[in-house]
């Protein structure tokens, strides 16, 4: 009898935990792929690095995702001094001028 109380209190934090997360609503996706990178998921799986190729998939765009964002931090961050400067500090620089200067370049680098 110990081990059924036991159950039906697992059971009960298991619903209190479900209930108090925050609910993410999920859309579906059908997706079609090489036989090699289905294989290569269904090798992720079976090591045991994620439970479904759902998960490998959910964490790969994940992962993309904060590799854009941190791209663009670092653009922003680069960037911004930049977009911040008085406009007395910049120089009209001519196209021809810039050619100019690229070919020197390239013959000091010669």
Aim: one cysteine or more; charged letters at 25%; a neutral charge.
């Amino acid at each position: 009898m110990r081990l059924n109380v036991n159950i039906w209190v697992s059971y009960i934090l298991l619903l209190v935990l479900i209930s108090t997360c925050e609910k993410i609503p999920m859309a579906r996706l059908n997706i079609s792929i090489p036989e090699q990178l289905h294989e290569w998921i269904n090798q992720q799986v079976s090591m045991g690095r994620y439970a479904s190729a759902n998960d490998y998939l959910r964490d790969l765009i994940l992962n993309d995702q904060r590799t854009q964002q941190s791209g663009w931090n670092w653009l922003t961050d680069h960037l911004q001094p930049l977009m911040n400067t008085p406009e007395d500090k910049f120089v009209f620089v001519s196209a021809d001028d810039v050619k100019a200067r690229g070919r020197q370049r390239i013959k000091e680098q010669e």
